[in-house]
């Protein structure tokens, strides 16, 4: 470390005008390893923040990313969580400087699953920044497993508003991408966070909206939809239940399968008496009706 100050300082001894980082870089990196090898984290931090300096003193945003996300694993070392979030973003913004869009998402994507258990109100915006950025450089299929991480986030944090809302960004996804067994999944999953929420009216609406897709309305999720309402209808929990004991419920994605596991939750009769007290089919729509 001592080398690698004196390198990327100005020297009037050694006539030099300006820092050579160039050789004080290497000498950073090789310390931030040894300080992180003996868990001296504060000390790696400062070590691979310097190193990352010194690559975009030399014109590299791509490795100074890399230093940067060490910097932000030191951090995380520390429990300094804002450190570990203002790393991450630097490095993603430089990833993107260096035109890898990929790799800044996945950064963005590495933020969000460390911070999950101390910030999780984070970790939505996170990974929300990570699918934009894919899908703005036209890596729509590439941004969908990022909406499966999301998503997953959410559910497990006991966001449920935020989970339907994902749910359905997702399903728009995966129709622009062309993937119709993933959209039929994600409709039911909103379907089903939105009952276990006990938002019966809310889960009804979609499914209404849904069937005007297509791939949905011609679909098994589609016909498993109706008979989970009617189940609902008849405020008969067992009924639900064996509804939900259906394998085409547990294909859904784990922390939808598992709230759905749950189902009936709340007053089921209530529940039953919102959605109106008759089986729903899907000619029961009023296509003029926008209520």
């Known amino acids: 470390m001592k080398q690698a100050r004196k390198l990327s300082e100005p ?13 004080a870089t290497p000498l ?23 190193a990352a300096t010194g690559q975009e003193r ?4 791509y490795h100074a990313a890399k230093s940067l996300e060490k910097a932000a694993e030191a951090s995380a070392g520390l429990n ?24 800044a998402a996945d950064c963005l994507i590495k933020c969000a699953k460390v911070l999950e258990p101390h910030q999780p109100k984070e970790c939505c915006n996170l990974y929300l920044q990570a699918i934009e950025m894919l899908e703005d450089e036209g890596r729509g299929t590439t941004a969908l497993d990022a909406f499966r991480q999301a998503i997953a986030s959410v559910l497990r944090n006991q966001n449920y508003a935020d989970g339907v809302r994902l749910l359905l960004r997702y ?4 129709d622009a991408a062309n993937t119709p067994s993933s959209l039929c999944r994600a409709y039911l999953g909103a379907i089903v966070v939105q009952l276990y929420a006990e938002s ?16 949905f309305s011609r679909s098994d999720q589609a016909y498993a939809a109706e ?12 009924a639900v239940k064996k509804c939900i004991a259906k394998q085409i419920f547990l294909d859904l994605d784990n922390q939808v399968g598992r709230l ?8 089921l009769q209530a529940l039953a008496n919102a959605l109106g007290g008759k089986s729903f089919t899907p000619d029961d729509i009023d296509d003029d009706d926008l209520t």
């Open 11 to 23: 020297s009037l001894l050694t006539m030099r005008l300006k820092g050579d980082w160039e050789q």
């Open 28 to 50: 950073y990196e090789k310390a931030a390893g040894i300080y992180r090898q003996a868990k001296s984290y504060e000390k790696a931090r400062v070590a691979y923040e310097q």
């Open 58 to 61: 030399q014109g590299s945003p």
């Open 80 to 103: 300094a969580w804002e450190q570990v979030k203002d790393f991450y973003n630097r490095a993603a913004q430089l990833y993107a400087e260096a035109s890898r869009s990929q790799a």
């Open 171 to 174: 399903a728009a996804a995966c």
């Open 200 to 215: 019966a009216t809310e889960a009804w609406q979609i499914y209404q909206d849904a069937l005007g897709v297509e791939s």
């Open 227 to 238: 008979d989970l309402f009617n189940a609902y209808q008849s405020a008969d929990a067992q």
């Open 260 to 267: 759905a596991k749950q189902l009936p939750k709340g007053d």
